[in-house]
């Protein structure tokens, strides 16, 4: 049972390059979530899904696209990374019983754009 | 989701109980108190959640007040790896796919 696997760890870009960020689980959640965390700053969410197929906006979702086509894999795209999107990247996934048991983050992916 | 007010830092001192409040006077009925921890640079780890009854597992114990206005997480003998930030986040059903992070408390431990 490895819980929320995140690839790559590190990652550098360029400016206007595209890239996918990897989340998967093996835990059958059906919530999945991607967060970015800036330096000194508290999490924000980017998009959820609540089981395959469906997906949403959180509450900074511009610039980045996610699909979920399996309940294990929710991957994270930027479309064409720009500085600002530097940042430390979270997955995390849940239980979607009634209260249910927390989310279980991953390790997360340092990004660095330049 | 209810808006949570916690203290930006607090200190305790080793093998001491630590105790970090935390203020959700717009709480539903429906709504669940959790709370979650980030170690530096880790994602963040659950830790407890509750709805009316006082909760305790082998991390730690959640206290919420009869009214459910204010929540208090006892760390009962803090070891210095505990420090960490930490959030109390309002979850309820209908929002519970999501988890809104505010600041959180940033809890240092003494030697």
């Known amino acids: 049972n490895a819980g929320v696997t995140q690839t790559p760890k590190f990652q550098v870009l360029k400016t206007g390059q595209s890239m996918t960020l990897q989340c998967a689980q093996d835990m059958n959640h059906e919530y999945m979530s991607w967060y970015r965390q800036d330096p000194g700053m508290g999490l924000r969410l980017i998009h959820y899904?609540?089981?395959?197929?469906?997906?949403d906006q959180g509450e900074v979702p511009n610039g980045y696209n996610v699909s979920r086509s399996t309940t294990e894999d929710f991957p994270l795209r930027l479309l064409s990374a720009a500085p600002s999107q530097t940042s430390v990247y979270f997955c995390?996934?849940?239980?979607?019983?009634?209260?249910?048991?927390?989310?279980?983050f991953g390790s997360g992916t340092r990004l660095t754009v330049v | 989701d209810a808006k949570t007010t916690q203290p930006p830092s607090m200190d305790c001192a080793e093998g001491r109980a630590a105790n970090l409040p935390c203020n959700h006077s717009?709480?539903?009925?429906?709504?669940?108190v959790y709370w979650y921890r980030q170690i530096h640079s880790q994602g963040p780890q659950y830790i407890i959640h509750g709805l009316k009854n006082n909760e305790t597992n082998e991390m730690a114990s959640l206290i919420i007040t009869e009214d459910r206005k204010s929540s208090t997480l006892i760390l009962p003998h803090a070891t210095l790896r505990d420090t960490a930030v930490y959030y109390c986040?309002?979850?309820?059903?209908?929002?519970?796919?999501?988890?809104?992070f505010g600041q959180g408390t940033r809890l240092t431990i003494n030697p």
């Open positions: 986040i309002v979850r309820g059903i209908q929002g519970a796919q999501k988890l809104v």
């Open positions: 995390a996934s849940s239980y979607s019983g009634r209260g249910g048991l927390g989310y279980t």
């Open positions: 717009t709480i539903s009925g429906n709504e669940y």
């Open positions: 899904s609540v089981g395959a197929g469906i997906t």
